[in-house]
Structure formats: C-alpha cells, structure tokens
C-alpha cells in the first residue's frame, strides 16, 4: 500500500506542478490546461483571432462558422512527459471534436478530452499486488456558434468534467472520482468576412464548480478558469502565398493561496483558518481575487506568439513561441498538409531559457487529424 501511495504522489504532484500555469495557485483537473489543438501548438499555443480551423472546437469556437464544410471531425494526440520517460510514457492526451452547420450562421458541436495517466499497481507492505488501477481524466462539450453580423459572432459550451484518480481508502480517508460542470464564452471580431486583415477575440474559460475528491467540504478545490485575449492579422501575400499571425495573453482566474507568515503556532492556527477559508470561498468572486495576491500581476499572464505561413491552403509551416514567467517559456514548430478533405498536423516542442523549468512536452511531438465534408 506504501508503496503505491507514493508513486501515485509522486506522478501527481509533477503533474499539477507542470500544469499549474503559475506557482502561487493550486487548481484540480488541471489537464484542461492543455492544449489539445495541435494546429496552434506548433503556433505557441496562439489560436484565438488566428484564422478558422477545425481545431478552433477546442480553443475559439465562435470561429467555426466561418469554416467551408458543413461538418468537421478533429482528432489530436499529445503523449505526456515524452522526454522525461525517454520517449515511452503512458501518459497521454487525446481529444475528439466535432462540429456541424446549421445553416450559414448557426454550428453546434461537442468535444471530449481524456487524459490518462497509465497504469497503477496497488501493492501490500511486503510487495503483494493487491489490484491494479487507471487514473484518468475527462471532459464532455456541448456548444453552440452563431454568427451575428459579418464581423462578430459568439460561442458558447457546457463542460462536463470527471477526474478520478483513485477510488478507494487510502490512510483512513475515503476517495472517489471528483465531478463538476463549467462553461466556456468565446467572442470574435474580423476586418473581413474573408478572414483577411485584423482580428480580435476575447474566451472566458471553465467557468465553473469546484472539485472534491472527498466527502469533506475544506477539500474543495478550484478548477483552471481562465481570461484569454487575442488579436491577429492574415496578410495575403498573392494568390497563392498567405502569411498569418496571432498573439494571446493568458490569465489564470485563480486566487494566490495564501501563505504561513511565520513559524510561531499562532501563524500556524491563522494560516489553517486561511487555507479553510480559501477553498471555500465563492468561485465568481475567486475571478476578481486572482488579480491580487502575492504574485505580481504581470507575473501571472502567460503570452503566446505564433506565425503560420500557407502555400494554396495545401502546405502550412508554422512556428511560435511561449512567455511563462513563472513556468519557464517555450519555442514550437509546426508543419500542416492538406489532402482533399484530410488534413493532417504536427508540432514539436523545445524549451528555452533555464532547464529546471523544462515544460512536460519538451521534445515532443504531436499529431493531429481533421477531416471535413
């Protein structure tokens, strides 16, 4: 027992650390911070005012209406600390999308991300295997696009999430799989109904409940709400060379979690009170906290940049990169090809700057499938 309790610790106690945009937070089902967009991860992670894409189900969806198709079916694969486990890691992400017109102005669609975490093996104190376990994360979207006029239109989802990560007793307290809801708004603005020219878009994401994995309410959590806002620019450079470019800035919607000011027993009986008051304080008034704390407010939103160059829509290139000043930053490549109605991406992934804070998909490389018709 001892000695799954502490590989199981150790796994997710890397895991929250490596997702945890910034340092002074703590959020559960923090996989929906991952980017399951593979397309815009070869970008820095840049996608909200980027040109439409299939893979916008994920990130934007007020742009899918001003895709061609009628119906479009993403599938993306991110494998998890690839690097670390010297390129073989059970752990990995993988999202499905779909989406379909309406009409002209009007898209529904649905998402799942999974995130697994491998294989677990529950052992006695003298190595007995007592059973084996699958941790693993989920989320189910349910959404609706509308165009409003040729220039803004909106988009909007309900978020199921599942986390489980152990079910059972484990030191006396019982645990179960933490569930809750969120939602996500997205608003987009274009120069051009073609896509040509500036664009600007604003996503409130994981809007939502708390998760506990107990039945004790002190042990409610945050989930990773956050305010993303972008702008981009497609430039046409002829009639078969384009040139796009995008730029976001990311903001955790977490308070900072406060902090023992010193190690006399009365700092010790106040910080207790603060970490009870802490998770159970109310999620809507959380989001307006988040902008004070003990973290410098420039020191918690996370910039992307991202280019993409296209050849007739057939051959994309694209590159980026990523500013976390608490996290470490990130360079990013990415290549795209269109065949008919396949398009098939990649991107891979380079940490810059100081090698403690290497990022989990550092040297990695992600896939991704859309098709439409």
Same mark, same amino acid.
Request: proline share 3%; hydrophobic share 40%; charged share 15%.
């Given at each position: ?17 490596s997702?945890?945009?910034?340092a002074?937070? +703590?959020?559960?089902?923090n996989?929906?911070l991952?980017?399951?967009?593979i397309?815009?991860?070869?970008? @820095?992670?840049a996608?909200? %005012?980027t040109?439409?894409? %299939? ?12 895709l061609d =198709?009628?119906i479009?079916i993403?599938l ?12 073989y890691?059970?752990?990995y992400?993988a %999202? ?8 002209? #102005?009007s ?9 697994s ?10 190595g007995n295997i007592?059973?084996t376990?699958?941790?693993?994360? +989920?989320?189910?979207d349910?959404? +609706? ?23 059972? !007793?484990? =030191?006396?307290?019982?645990?179960s799989a ?27 994401? #994981?809007?939502g ?6 039945n004790?309410s002190?042990?409610?959590?945050f989930?990773? %709400? ?10 046409k450079?002829?009639?078969? #060379?384009?040139? @796009?470019?995008?730029?976001?800035? /990311? ?12 190690t ?13 008051? +802490? /998770? !159970? ?16 407010l420039?020191?918690t939103?996370?910039? &992307?940049f ?9 051959l ?7 500013? =976390? ?12 090809? !269109?065949y008919? #109605? ?11 700057? !100081?090698? &403690? &804070?290497? /990022?989990?998909l550092?040297?990695?490389? =992600?896939f991704?499938? /859309?098709?439409?018709?």
């Open positions: 027992m001892l000695k799954f309790f502490f590989k199981f610790l150790l796994v997710g106690i890397f895991f929250i650390g997702l945890a945009m910034y002074q937070e +703590y959020t559960l089902a996989f929906l991952i980017n399951p967009d397309r815009s991860s070869g970008m @820095g992670n996608s909200l %005012a040109s439409s894409h %299939a893979n916008d189900i994920f990130n934007n969806s007020s742009k899918l209406n001003n =198709q009628k479009n993403s993306n694969y991110t494998p998890w600390l690839f690097s670390l486990t010297n390129g890691s059970e752990l992400l %999202a499905l999308g779909v989406s379909g017109k309406i009409n002209k #102005n898209t529904v669609y649905g998402a799942l991300r999974f995130f975490f491998g294989d677990f093996v529950q052992t006695d104190e003298v007592i059973s376990f699958t941790p693993n994360e +989920y989320s189910i349910l959404g +609706y696009t509308r165009l409003l006029s040729e220039k803004f239109s909106i988009g909007a989802a309900f978020r199921f999430i599942n986390s489980q990560l152990f079910v059972g !007793n484990l =030191q006396g307290q019982n645990y933490a569930q809750g809801f969120a939602f996500n708004f997205n608003f987009t603005y274009r120069q051009h109904p073609d896509e040509e020219g500036f664009a600007a878009a604003v996503a409130f994401n #994981n809007i409940t708390k998760l506990n994995y107990t004790q002190s042990r409610n959590s989930i990773p %709400a956050t305010l993303v806002a972008g702008v981009g620019y497609k430039l450079l002829d009639e078969v #060379n384009n040139l @796009g470019f995008g730029i976001d800035f /990311n903001k955790l919607l977490v308070p900072s979690i406060p902090t023992r000011k010193d006399t027993a009365a700092s010790y009986t106040q910080f207790v009170k603060d970490i009870e008051d +802490y /998770n !159970n304080a109310n999620v809507f008034s959380s989001y307006f906290q988040s902008f004070g704390g003990n973290t410098k420039l020191n939103i996370k910039t &992307n991202g280019v993409e160059y296209d050849f007739k829509k057939v994309f290139v694209r590159a980026g990169y990523a500013i =976390q000043p608490l996290e470490g930053n990130y360079l990013t490549f990415g290549l795209g090809v !269109n008919k #109605n396949i398009n098939l991406n990649t991107s891979y992934w380079v940490t810059t700057g !100081n090698t &403690n &804070n290497r /990022n989990p550092n040297n990695t490389i =992600q991704g499938l /859309n098709y439409s018709f």
